[in-house]
C-alpha cells in the first residue's frame, strides 16, 4: 500500500507446502491500464500461479502378527508393532504442519516398554512417558537413503479415548525442518491385543494426516484377525 508510483520487481519467497515451485520473478508498473485501456489502476492484487505438487498419502503397517494365506491374524495377548510412514515432497512451498492420528479400535491397548518388559501404557501421559512407546526415524534425503532415529523430542503426542477405542495424534515439531532433511519419516509403537478384540472380524484401524493446509487424508486400513 502507499507505494510510489513506478515499476516494480516481484520475487516470491514463501509459499505453502503444495507449491511445486517459485514463480518466476516479474515486473508490474503502478499504476498499470485498465482492462479496457481506457484509464488508470491504482488497486493492484498480485496473485502467482503456481504449479503444485500431490500431496503425500500415509502409509500404516503392522509386524509380529502371524500370516495366515493373505491376513495378518494374532492372539490375545499378543503385542504387534504399528508403523504409519509418509512421504515428504520435495518442494518449494513451507512445510508448517504434520501431524499423523491413528484411530486404534477398542481390541487394542497402547504398551510402553519398562524394564525390557511390556506395561498398559497410561493415556493421560503418553507425552510424558513418549520416549518408551514411540519409535520416531527418518529417511535421509542426501541420496544414500539411510535411515536415522530422530528421538521422540521431535513430535509431541496426544492419546484420546473415544467410542471406538483410542486416537492417537502425533504432532511434529518441527516439520519444515523435517521437510528440508528427511524423504519420508516413521512412527512406531507397540499395541496389545485385548479382551475386546474381534475374533471372527478384523480388528481395524486406520491412519489419516494433516499435511500442511491439507486436512484428513486418509491412508489405508490394517486388519488384524
Do not use: C
Amino acid at each position: 500500500s502507499e507505494l510510489d508510483l513506478g515499476l516494480y520487481l516481484f520475487v516470491e519467497t514463501k509459499a505453502p507446502a503444495g507449491v511445486a515451485a517459485a514463480h518466476a520473478p516479474f515486473i508490474l508498473s503502478v499504476p498499470m491500464t485498465s482492462a479496457d485501456e481506457t484509464g488508470w489502476v491504482y488497486d493492484i492484487t498480485v496473485e502467482p500461479k503456481n504449479d503444485l505438487v500431490d500431496t503425500p498419502v500415509p502409509v500404516k503397517s503392522v509386524e509380529d502378527t502371524t500370516k495366515d494365506k493373505d491376513r495378518d491374524t494374532a492372539s490375545v495377548g499378543d503385542v504387534l508393532t504399528y508403523t504409519l510412514k509418509t512421504n515428504i515432497v520435495d518442494a518449494f512451498g513451507t512445510l508448517d504442519k504434520l501431524v499423523l492420528y491413528d484411530d486404534m479400535s477398542k481390541g487394542l491397548t497402547l504398551q510402553k516398554k519398562v524394564d525390557n518388559a511390556y506395561v498398559d501404557a497410561d493415556l493421560n501421559a503418553v507425552e510424558t512417558d513418549k520416549a518408551s512407546i514411540f519409535t520416531v526415524t527418518g529417511t535421509k534425503k542426501d541420496g544414500s537413503g539411510s535411515e536415522v532415529d530422530l528421538t521422540t523430542e521431535a513430535i509431541s503426542v496426544t492419546a484420546t479415548t473415544t467410542k471406538t477405542g483410542t486416537k492417537l495424534s502425533i504432532t511434529f515439531k518441527d516439520p519444515n525442518t523435517i521437510k528440508k532433511n528427511y524423504a519420508s519419516v516413521s512412527v512406531s509403537y507397540p499395541a496389545k491385543l485385548n479382551k475386546d478384540a474381534a475374533i471372527y472380524d478384523p480388528n481395524t484401524n486406520q491412519v489419516t494426516m494433516d499435511y500442511g493446509t491439507e486436512t484428513g487424508i486418509k491412508g489405508n486400513e490394517i486388519n488384524v484377525y
